[in-house]
């Protein structure tokens, strides 16, 4: 079930009820294997959602860096839950046998898309059951970010299958 609302966390009563409704039987019934959260990385919501749904959601999480300096410029959000808070609280989630947490990663060419960049994200995912999801940028004619390479997605994604990681382009 994909519903965008923005950051589903900031607002963590409205999302919780949600989730309940859409997971009930008596609600909408839908299998809790159905229905992930995505997020930006709100650690102590994190936390709440592993508790209160016992791992039973599925979470996404929008990483696009590997590295707190990279991190927060792309994501401002890491000034204020750096990777060095986020990872633990991955690594805490309480996933049932067989679930991943999704990894959702945007290539911007230049800002996150090297080979180093993948070798940092493996190792920065290293003992987390997770499945990449690398996201090509779309070009935006108002903006200097850009799109990374056709062969440096591939490169990236080479890097991160031979980890040991599923990964999706």
């Not at 920065?124 to 062969?151: D, H, T």
């Amino acid at each position: 079930v994909f519903m965008g609302m923005g950051e589903p966390l900031h607002n963590y009563e409205a999302t919780a009820r949600a989730l309940k409704l859409l997971t009930h039987p008596d609600g909408i019934g839908l299998s809790t294997r159905k229905v992930t959260v995505s997020t930006s990385g709100l650690v102590p919501e994190i936390r709440r959602l592993g508790e209160e749904f016992e791992g039973n959601i599925g979470l996404a999480i929008s990483l696009h860096a590997a590295d707190d300096e990279a991190r927060s410029r792309l994501m401002p959000i890491n000034k204020k839950y750096p990777l060095t808070e986020l990872i633990p609280a991955l690594r805490d989630y309480p996933l049932p046998k067989r679930r991943r947490i999704t990894i959702e990663y945007t290539l911007i060419r230049g800002k996150n898309d090297s080979i180093e960049d993948a070798r940092k994200l493996t190792k920065l995912l290293r003992g987390i059951p997770v499945k990449v999801n690398l996201i090509p940028m779309s070009p935006i004619e108002a903006s200097s970010l850009g799109p990374a390479e056709g062969q440096g997605v591939m490169a990236f994604q080479r890097v991160i299958v031979e980890a040991g990681y599923s990964c999706f382009i």
